[in-house]
C-alpha cells in the first residue's frame, strides 16, 4: 500500500506563514502527481495546487501569488510554503500522490489523513 503523511499544520495569525510537508511511502515506483486540497469547515473540498513529477504547476486563483507548492522526487515528498495567510485560509489540508504500483496496471490516488490549518484574524 501507499501511506501519506502531512505535516506542518497549526494555528497562525493573519499574514503569517506556514510551510507543509507530506512523505509517501509504501510499495512505490513513481509518483506521476502530487497535490493539495483543502476542506473548510461546511464548505466542499477544493483544489489548491498540484504539482507533476517534471516540476509543472498549477493553483487556484485564490492562493496564486501567495502559495508554492515543491516536491523532492527522491524523497516522495511535497511541499506547500503559504504566505501571506488570511483567516479564509483556514481549513484542514490534505495531500495527495498518484502513483504507480506493483500491483495496478495504472497509477491511483492516494490520500493522507489531513492536517489542520487555522488562521486567526
Known amino acids: 500500500q501507499v501511506q501519506l503523511v502531512e505535516s506542518g499544520g497549526g494555528l497562525v495569525q493573519a499574514g503569517g506563514s506556514l510551510r507543509l510537508s507530506c512523505a509517501a511511502s509504501g510499495s512505490i515506483l513513481d509518483i506521476v502527481r502530487m497535490a493539495w486540497y483543502r476542506q473548510a469547515p461546511g464548505k466542499q473540498r477544493e483544489l489548491v495546487a498540484t504539482?507533476?513529477?517534471?516540476?509543472?504547476?498549477n493553483y487556484a486563483d485564490s492562493v496564486k501569488g501567495r502559495f508554492t507548492i515543491s516536491r523532492d522526487n527522491a524523497k516522495n515528498t511535497v511541499y506547500l510554503q503559504m504566505s501571506s495567510l488570511n483567516p479564509e485560509d483556514t481549513a484542514v489540508y490534505y495531500c495527495?500522490?498518484?502513483?504507480?504500483?506493483?500491483?495496478?496496471?495504472?497509477?491511483?490516488?492516494?490520500w493522507g489523513q489531513g492536517t489542520q490549518v487555522t488562521v486567526s484574524s
Open positions: 504539482i507533476t513529477s517534471g516540476g509543472n504547476t
Open positions: 495527495t500522490a498518484n502513483a504507480r504500483t506493483p500491483w495496478a496496471t495504472r497509477p491511483n490516488d492516494y
